[in-house]
């Protein structure tokens, strides 16, 4: 009943951006960011980003004024510059929504900076759910985030099914006990992370699939409940 889309490097090609706004801003305060550990940050909220960055490079580590550069220069990025969209995701929208199925976007952007990117791409009016992971308790790799996202649409977490690029995203639909489709980008998934997913897409076209496959289990699951 509903798709819950991780946003960034699922819907728009936009980790390597985000990389190099983190980088140049590290840099502008002297310190150097390895792209391996802002690899594995991907899918994060901004607390755990905070201790992670924190315990790499010391308590002394700016975090706070460096990230809050960060957002800024990547949004003023973002509205100089065309959003880059993903193959395929205008078509698996318009597809859930001809088939009734409601969409969310669970992201662990600022919400500001989540409304922006659909806004500017185009896609904004197939969301009936915009969940920022800075809104909930935990952010991923804890479910929160899909959990609210389901229980805004209206959804039990049976009946929703998680697009995701990452392995915070992975962990995260798992513990809420929804069902995800991997979609592999940059973020580094091991094979015992991805074999959580219930399938493994190489891209968003090819999810269509496993929608309709998902689609006869929410058929069973309403059925099961009408007993």
């Not at 951006?17 to 802002?38: A, M």
């Not at 995701?164 to 973020?187: K, M, T, W, Y």
């Amino acid at each position: 009943k509903v798709f819950i889309f991780d946003m960034d490097g699922t819907m728009f090609d936009t980790e390597q951006i985000s990389y190099i706004c983190w980088r140049d801003v590290c840099r502008e305060y002297g310190y150097e960011l390895p792209e391996d550990l802002f690899r594995s940050v991907i899918g994060m909220d901004n607390r755990r980003i905070a201790a992670v960055f924190g315990r790499y490079f010391g308590p002394e580590f700016p975090y706070d004024p460096i990230r809050e550069k960060k957002v800024a220069d990547q949004l003023q990025y973002y509205r100089e510059h065309i959003i880059p969209v993903k193959p395929g995701l205008q078509d698996i929208l318009a597809y859930a929504k001809g088939r009734g199925s409601r969409c969310a976007v669970a992201s662990s952007s600022p919400e500001s900076q989540i409304r922006f990117l659909l806004e500017k791409a185009g896609v904004a009016s197939y969301f009936s759910v915009v969940q920022s992971g800075e809104d909930v308790a935990h952010g991923k790799p804890a479910p929160d985030i899909f959990l609210e996202a389901c229980r805004r649409a209206g959804a039990e977490p049976e009946q929703a099914l998680v697009l995701e690029d990452s392995r915070n995203g992975l962990l995260a639909a798992h513990a809420a006990h929804i069902p995800s489709v991997f979609i592999p980008d940059i973020a580094p998934v091991s094979d015992d992370v991805a074999a959580l997913a219930w399938k493994r897409c190489r891209t968003l076209p090819t999810c269509r699939i496993c929608w309709k496959r998902k689609k006869r289990r929410w058929r069973a699951y309403d059925a099961a409940k009408e007993k």
